[in-house]
């Protein structure tokens, strides 16, 4: 075996991410700063009905417009018409109707990027206007008009475990509504398509998963894969937003048909109708447990508004499913889960993934049970607290850590905030100076929940990397490249951490994500470290197999790298997957679905100006189980930033979206937590360490967005006395105004 | 219409602007300098924050002609060549920066805040960084960024 030695910036320290410097003096290349020579601009005109069969398209005076190139319609997309992750059934640009308010009709190229959205709209389209589906409930009925012709029915995953006829002697039941959340990435959608000589095309693009664009690209350019080339642009943060297709193919299509460059960047505006947001659900459930607070039954209904195209729909109602009852020990669980298509804009991943809008859901019934029990809410959950080796909903066992109980009690037993200053910056309204602490209540309130890492349900879940270990300069250098998609949360860090471990050298250079090497995967269910982490790690490993090779004995990798080296360099590719997953049985959603679990609870305290309605979250703490913290200031980023996106959940955040109309697509009208809305926060990260999985790393990026809403609502509701059912929280909810 | 400024102590020249760009735009396609960021064009999140005659702005709110014969700073003249201002330093060292969209703003924004006040405290930070959004930190680490900076 081959001997390691401790690196300096190996795994478990925190070394300075390789792109920070340019990050910080503005020189790093988003996907919007880029520009090459002779480069047109792309703009698209959208759909302003939610419903519509489209009468005529005229380019005409379009076309007319000086330093306008091309004008492009449904006509015009050369290969496959439709797009789409899991199910390919969004149109690149609308055929004959369109679904829904935004919908890309017909695209631009032009010399300058006003030209290009002036000539988008002398764009004359004649609709037939239609009555949109806009209901997710109605949607259901048979009798409502179909979105697409398949139904409105994308996917309904039954779960049943257990006797299901259960009686108990106390029962809530809650029925709960969360709105749509938006990623709200900074950086807007945006990209640089060049044409090539071979007539394919290279794309410059921020995206989640550059093989998954690949596919679909290629596919709707009726282009081999092999000439549709794409590289990692700068990522501007994801989120999920950018799992989906959104200017990629249009980008393309303008490049090939003009010869020249063209670049694509959305508006803020544009931004909110290009990409998929986190579903609006409905839910309905019902707790039974016994007069100790053991829980006896959940049974629950959840309908997920998926809008006009599938996107991921199909993976979201999966997971608000089988992790629809938290992370409970439930002897009997019934739950329905449904995904429908309405007129509405389409919805697919955001961070959370289905499990955020159960957690609010079953967060909620335990403080409600807790509250009918005369328990402490905290002393509740931990008698349910699910317990390794407990099942799933599923029936699938959890294996390795699953320390529920013990982070709520870290949680619970972390001081509280001191009260406030008098500062009347500390109190709700903070500068708007609305209240000098009269009407003023404090409370506090507790949330733990539960997500899958990685792909589930049989997916073929893998990542590839590349590590290249040679002497520069007389000193050993290694290269690793990957096609996984760094969206800001570290990954490139972490990759050189782990080439650093394995192989003792310092000098690491990561190069730029691209599709030249195999897939790594989407950068998102919060699997890139525990996946493309995984297969750099594997990779190291062969590159040190290699080097036994050449030295013929157990290499000592302080001493003989230089000597094995002199032989030339060692290139290793490998292809590494996690342990397989199942599908679920389409009856009773039994099946070992998931890779691995993982946990986070959170206390919230908040003032809450009853008289005003005004909220001002003053602390939240947070305790998670990382396995392993690779980049431990990292893993405190994501959990803070993840808290975060939890918060504005809570109490800011949703698209308003009336008659199937986005009525503030703005960050005027959107809010999205600024620093005077995220308080300080303690962070408790337990390291217990997964067997299964490389190093013992548990997933980190979405577990604290998923309890942070329940735990600031529950600590309102402390607060107020008030019930609210609905998140985010307004603040005509707290003054019944 | 041509549009002389001095940016980041440099005079420099745009030829054929059209009057409805912002100075945002001509910074970023014109001028060859991205630093400053596109993520609302609307004044909302600070995204583009540069120094007009040494008064923080957000460059998507100014039109280009207003900033004729003015001295602009941005990010990327904020230190010397190949150097990193202690802000910078600090953004780094205390892991402030994660996507990055809003880290040159911010950088700008904190720059202007210890220029006022070298010794802010918390509720200063929070104040004085109000208008510049970020998604990915939860500003955890930025908060931590400006008082090491502080103290530097």
């Known amino acids: 075996m081959t001997t390691s030695v401790a690196t300096a910036g190996g795994i478990g320290t925190s070394p300075v991410r390789p792109d920070g410097t340019l990050k910080v003096t503005g020189e790093f290349a988003f996907s919007s700063d880029l520009w090459a020579d002779r480069m047109l601009w792309g703009a698209t005109l959208r759909s302003p009905h939610p419903r519509a069969r489209i009468v005529s398209v005229d380019l005409t005076e379009a076309l007319r417009l000086p330093g306008v190139h091309a004008v492009l319609t449904a006509e015009d997309v050369p290969g496959a018409k439709h797009y789409g992750l899991e199910h390919r059934d969004q149109p690149v640009l609308a055929i004959g109707q369109v679904r829904y308010a935004g919908e890309p009709v017909a695209i631009v190229a032009a010399d300058h990027p006003e030209t290009a959205r002036r000539a988008a709209a002398r764009i004359g389209v004649e609709y037939e206007v239609l009555a949109p589906v806009v209901d997710s409930e109605a949607a259901l009925d048979p009798a409502c008009a179909p979105v697409h012709e398949s139904g409105n029915l994308l996917r309904h995953v039954p779960i049943r475990k257990g006797p299901q006829d259960v009686v108990a002697p106390v029962v809530v039941t809650g029925e709960y509504e969360v709105g749509m959340q938006d990623q709200a990435f900074l950086g807007p959608e945006s990209g640089l398509a060049i044409p090539a000589e071979d007539g394919g095309v290279d794309l410059f693009i921020a995206t989640q998963w550059l093989h998954g664009d690949l596919a679909q690209v290629a596919d709707c350019l009726g282009l081999p894969p092999e000439k549709v080339r794409l590289s990692l642009a700068g990522v501007g943060g994801a989120f999920g937003g950018r799992e989906d297709v959104s200017m990629q193919v249009h980008a393309c299509m303008l490049a090939l048909r003009t010869g020249r460059p063209v670049k694509m960047v959305y508006s803020r505006e544009e931004?909110?109708?290009?990409?998929?947001?986190?579903?609006?659900?409905?839910?309905?459930?019902?707790?039974?447990?016994?007069?100790?607070?053991?829980?006896?039954?959940?049974?629950?209904?959840?309908?997920?508004?998926?809008?006009?195209?599938?996107?991921?729909?199909?993976?979201?109602?999966?997971?608000?499913t089988t992790l629809g009852i938290g992370p409970y020990r439930v002897p009997s669980v019934t739950v329905d889960g449904y995904a429908v298509?309405?007129?509405?804009?389409?919805?697919?991943?955001?961070?959370?993934?289905?499990?955020?809008?159960?957690?609010?859901?079953?967060?909620?019934?335990?403080?409600?049970?807790?509250?009918?029990?005369?328990?402490?809410?905290?002393?509740?959950?931990?008698?349910?607290?699910?317990?390794?080796?407990?099942?799933?909903?599923?029936?699938?066992?959890?294996?390795?850590?699953?320390?529920?109980?013990?982070?709520?009690?870290?949680?619970?037993?972390?001081?509280?905030?001191?009260?406030?200053?008098?500062?009347?910056?500390?109190?709700?309204?903070?500068?708007?100076?609305?209240?000098?602490?009269?009407?003023?209540?404090?409370?506090?309130?507790?949330?733990?929940?539960?997500?899958?890492?990685?792909?589930?349900e049989g997916f073929d879940d893998y990542s590839t990397a590349r590590v290249r270990l040679e002497l520069v300069g007389g000193e050993p250098a290694a290269v690793v490249h990957t096609a996984a998609a760094e969206v800001g949360q570290g990954l490139v860090t972490v990759m050189a951490q782990i080439v650093r471990t394995e192989l003792g050298v310092r000098?690491?250079?990561?190069?730029?994500?691209?599709?030249?090497?195999?897939?790594?995967?989407?950068?998102?269910?919060?699997?890139?470290?525990?996946?493309?982490?995984?297969?750099?790690?594997?990779?190291?490993?062969?590159?040190?197999?290699?080097?036994?090779?050449?030295?013929?004995?157990d290499a000592d990798l302080a001493t003989d790298l230089v000597t094995v080296l002199g032989d030339g360099p060692i290139e290793e590719t490998v292809e590494w997957r996690h342990k397989p997953t199942f599908p679920i049985d389409p009856r009773t959603g039994q099946g070992d679905a998931h890779v691995q679990y993982a946990f986070a609870a959170h206390r919230a305290t908040v003032?809450?100006?009853?008289?005003?309605?005004?909220?001002?979250?003053v602390e939240i703490a947070t305790a998670q189980d990382v396995g392993r913290a690779l980049h431990p200031q990292s893993v405190r980023g994501q959990i803070a930033g993840g808290t975060a996106q939890g918060l504005g959940l809570a109490v800011m955040e949703e698209i308003q979206v009336v008659d199937g109309r986005i009525r503030n697509p703005s960050f005027t009208d959107y809010l999205i937590p600024t620093i005077l809305d995220v308080p300080p926060m303690l962070i408790d990260v337990l390291e217990l360490g997964d067997p299964e999985a490389p190093y013992g790393l548990r997933g980190v990026g979405e577990p604290p967005t998923i309890s942070s809403t329940p735990a600031i609502v529950a600590a309102i509701r402390a607060a107020t006395g008030l019930p609210l059912k609905r998140v985010p929280v307004r603040p005509e909810h707290l003054t019944g105004t | 219409m041509r549009l002389n400024l001095s940016v980041n102590g440099e005079e420099r020249t745009a030829d054929d602007v059209w009057e409805g760009e912002s100075l945002l735009y001509v910074l970023r396609e014109r001028l060859g300098l991205p630093g400053a960021k596109n993520a609302c064009e609307q004044g909302e999140c600070g995204s583009c924050t540069v120094y007009l005659d040494g008064t923080p702005v957000c460059a998507c709110l100014v039109a280009a002609g207003q900033a004729a014969g003015r001295a602009v700073r941005t990010v990327e003249g904020l230190a010397g060549p190949g150097a990193l201002h202690p802000i910078q330093q600090a953004f780094l060292t205390a892991g402030a920066v994660q996507c990055g969209f809003c880290t040159p703003g911010l950088i700008v924004a904190v720059h202007d805040l210890l220029e006022r006040n070298p010794e802010p405290s918390d509720p200063d930070i929070r104040e004085a960084l109000a208008g510049n959004l970020c998604r990915c930190t939860g500003y955890e680490h930025i908060v931590a960024a400006v008082k090491l900076a502080a103290r530097r």
């Open chain 1, 607 to 617: 003032d809450v100006d009853v008289e005003l309605g005004l909220v001002r979250v």
């Open chain 1, 507 to 553: 000098r690491v250079t990561v190069a730029t994500a691209d599709t030249t090497i195999g897939s790594a995967g989407s950068s998102s269910a919060s699997r890139q470290t525990y996946v493309t982490g995984g297969a750099v790690k594997a990779a190291c490993e062969a590159v040190r197999r290699e080097i036994e090779r050449r030295t013929g004995r």
């Open chain 1, 271 to 320: 931004s909110f109708f290009g990409h998929v947001h986190r579903h609006p659900a409905r839910l309905r459930y019902e707790h039974g447990a016994d007069e100790t607070g053991r829980l006896l039954y959940v049974r629950a209904r959840i309908v997920l508004d998926g809008g006009a195209y599938a996107s991921t729909s199909m993976a979201v109602v999966a997971n608000a």
């Open chain 1, 341 to 456: 298509y309405t007129n509405n804009p389409p919805c697919g991943a955001m961070r959370g993934f289905g499990a955020v809008q159960a957690c609010f859901a079953y967060e909620s019934q335990m403080d409600r049970l807790a509250a009918a029990l005369g328990l402490d809410p905290v002393e509740l959950r931990a008698r349910n607290a699910l317990e390794p080796g407990d099942t799933m909903p599923t029936g699938q066992v959890v294996t390795g850590p699953a320390p529920v109980a013990e982070l709520l009690r870290r949680v619970r037993d972390l001081p509280l905030p001191a009260p406030g200053t008098g500062d009347p910056r500390e109190f709700p309204g903070g500068v708007a100076n609305t209240t000098r602490g009269e009407g003023v209540r404090r409370g506090v309130g507790y949330g733990v929940g539960i997500k899958n890492v990685g792909f589930s």
